[in-house]
């Protein structure tokens, strides 16, 4: 009876996996959060990444305490390698990340792990996510929070991926098999959250609709995504550009770059330097018929004159971004298949 008992605790493990780096003010209210799920079947793999503060004697007191925690030091340098360090050493079935100044629902495992289990391998088991901060939400943040909730509440994460991460990075649950089919955490590639759920699209593993609120996001003026270099606008455009020419470029179209402002022309600049032919569009009459980079911009208009287009955007205002829409629309063409918003 005991063995068998054991077995199951070993099929249904979750691994949670947790880089951190000086989050001495917020880690132990994240761990706390953990060992209050209502879901005990977990391990923790906590790494830490060169910490300068206090962080790891706080997480070492809960592990002197909590079997179900293994405290490790980063044997490399970033979050890359504390999450190859940490999955390399857990042995769940289902795995999840988790960010040390965060908090999770007290049923958040319980029902990522409800999600994968009805509906199994090739799924992506996720939930809304709520920002908090003492400071404040901005409106951007705010924005942020209700766009990818909306896009969760139905499981259509991937239609508007290459406007931002589309999967929140600390909520997520996976089974171990499918990680590993994706790569994991192998390739050196940052925004690392980004580049993962670009691997899940590729893959084609399906987002598994939610409307429950299972973790909380901590922000704050230092976060990591706020402050480091690989989380900066020019990583996030290489990266989108990187996955759309692997997965979705389709060479037999005539591609397209609407707009010409800073995104417009950090892409038109990578095309040209890989030999890509596009035609470049803009509404901008103090650009149009000039010459970036070598290529001429021309007027809106001449879209129509383009046969067999595949479009990347640049354009970010809201209302001229549902006017393309309807536009597209008008002429038939398809979102992410005919034209991607990049912003």
Known sequence: MRILYIRQMQKNLVSILTPFKNTEAFIGECIQSIINQNYTNWELL????HSTDNSYDVVNAFAENEPR???????????IDALKLAFKTSTGEFITRMDSD??????????LVNQLKTHGKKHVATGLVKYFSDAGISDGYQQYETW??????????????????VIASPCWMLHREDLIECGAFNPNVYPEDYDLTFRFYKNKYKCIPSNQLLHYWRDYSYRTSRTHEHYALNHFIDLKLMHFLDIDYNPNKNLVIWG??????????TLVEKNIPFTWICDNPNKIGKAIYGVT?????????????????????KIAQKEIHKYMATIKKQPVIDYIFFC
């Open 260 to 269: 010409a402002g800073h995104k417009g022309k950090l892409i038109a600049k």
């Open 148 to 165: 990818i909730n909306n896009l969760t509440k139905t499981g259509s994460n991937y239609n508007e991926i290459y406007k931002e991460c």
């Open 297 to 317: 911009l021309q007027p809106f208009m001449n879209l129509a004159s383009v046969k067999n287009s595949q479009s990347i955007v640049t354009v970010a205002n």
């Open 69 to 79: 925690i293994k405290l490790l030091k980063n044997t490399g340098n970033g979050i």
């Open 102 to 111: 965060d908090i999770m629902t007290d049923n958040k495992l319980e029902a």
């Open 46 to 49: 906590i790494i830490d990444d």
